[in-house]
């Protein structure tokens, strides 16, 4: 169980399109999300906080407009990067948080990541 | 606010050979504490956590961390190296448990050799 989905796992777009990643929980629902990038080699940094039904919380420094957060439902959340640059480039990793809170601590689940390169 | 320090960015060790992996953290209440798995390309996997209760804490595939307030460490051991122990593992640091926002440590790449 808790298992965490990711789509597409990799995808190469050039620079100034629009792309889109899924985060699904597939056997819990997840009223919050978190969203992280990774740089080669790096640790990851927490860029939003998803929540199902309200707007995203972004950590500072994060372009709210440029890296749009959709978390329509309690299995989905969509991040989009708006006009893509090679600097985007990276490995974007979701995890979502199981709302039953098994155990008695809400726990979180990490997706496998989708890597982004743009050309 | 909380932050994690992982000292060495990379240790490598003989296959059969101890396994340690320092972290310390910094937290102006009491943490959560986190060790996370990284295999190339993919996402992270738990480890172990330390939440309250029993200071040695036990994970998967035969790791084990202890918290150590006086120290503020959580270090992470293994006894014997395995040659699928080589990843990334990442320290990391929640003031109220996973439901909260994870800090990460900046990773230490695990080597294991013949």
């Not at chain 2, 310390?24 to 738990?46: A, C, D, E, H, T």
């Not at chain 2, 939440?51 to 150590?68: D, P, Q, R, S």
Request: hydrophobic share 35%; glycine share 8%; net charge positive.
């Amino acid at each position: 169980g808790a298992v965490v989905s990711q789509h597409p796992s990799w995808v190469i777009c050039k620079s100034g399109t629009s792309v889109k990643i899924e985060c699904r929980s597939l056997d819990f629902q997840a009223t919050t999300m978190f969203w992280y990038r990774q740089f080669p080699k790096q640790s990851l940094m927490l860029m939003a906080t998803s929540n199902e039904g309200s707007k995203a919380t972004y950590e500072q420094g994060v372009e709210k407009d440029k890296f749009l957060i959709n978390h329509a439902s309690l299995t989905l959340s969509t991040l989009t990067v708006t006009s893509a640059h090679p600097e985007d480039s990276s490995f974007y990793i979701c995890s979502a948080r199981d709302r039953a809170g098994r155990e008695g601590l809400y726990e979180q689940y990490f997706g496998p990541g989708t890597r982004l390169t743009v050309t | 606010a909380q932050s994690v320090t992982q000292l060495g960015s990379h240790v490598s060790v003989s296959e059969g050979a101890l396994v340690l992996l320092r972290c310390n953290y910094s937290s102006s209440v009491p943490p959560y504490l986190f060790w996370y798995v990284q295999y190339p390309n993919q996402g992270l996997q738990l480890l172990l956590k330390y939440t309250t209760g029993a200071t040695l804490v036990k994970g998967i595939n035969g790791f084990e961390a202890e918290f150590k307030k006086s120290e503020t460490s959580f270090h992470l051991t293994k006894p014997s190296a395995h040659m699928s122990d080589a990843a990334e593992y990442f320290c990391a640091v929640s003031l109220t448990g996973t439901a909260s926002k994870l800090t990460f440590g900046t990773g230490t790449r695990l080597q294991v050799t013949l």
